[in-house]
């Protein structure tokens, strides 16, 4: 499993209110999260985020509360794969239960920046930054969690190996 996209940056301790206001949390539609994502951080996120787009950040993204609504307004946005530094713990577990690859890289998390075109192979274990012309190696993600994103979340892997 290959993605690619342009990267979109951010810095420490991006919180769950931040990727998704609270003010929007009345809805639980893909759509309608995505339409807010990142907005209170970066207005022009939603108008600029193409389909498979990677977001890149430093330490601890995703902290804050335990909604899965942060990690559904990133993929829903298009977003195809977060590389950061750290993950909060609870994001992290989320992301993947909603099928959103996730990756802990720090190097490849501190050298992206916005705009660069990166390229995550989970297979073989590589970032790619081919605007750098840079390579960082990942942990491949187990199979177990591979078929899971490939089912686009746990409740669909569950229903699909019933």
């Known amino acids: 499993m290959k993605v690619k996209g342009n990267a ?19 809805s639980s539609k893909a759509e309608e999260l995505a339409a807010h994502c990142m907005e209170d951080i970066d207005k022009n996120f939603v108008n600029e985020v193409k389909k498979g787009d990677i977001l890149a950040a430093n330490k601890n993204f995703g902290c804050g509360s335990s909604r899965e609504h942060a990690p559904m307004a990133i993929k829903a946005a298009g977003i195809s794969c977060v590389i950061a530094e750290t993950f909060a713990r609870i994001f ?35 970032i790619r930054n081919l605007s750098k012309e840079k390579e960082y190696p990942i942990q491949p993600f187990p199979e177990f969690m591979q078929r899971i994103i490939e089912a686009e979340g746990l409740v669909n892997y569950i229903i699909k190996n019933k």
């Open 8 to 26: 979109f940056k951010y810095g420490d301790n991006v919180d769950t209110d931040v990727i998704i206001p609270a003010r929007y949390l009345n």
């Open 92 to 126: 992290y577990r989320n992301a993947i239960n909603i099928g959103l690859p996730i990756v802990e890289c720090p190097e490849a998390a501190r050298d992206i920046e916005k705009g660069d075109e990166v390229e995550v192979d989970f297979d073989n274990g590589i």
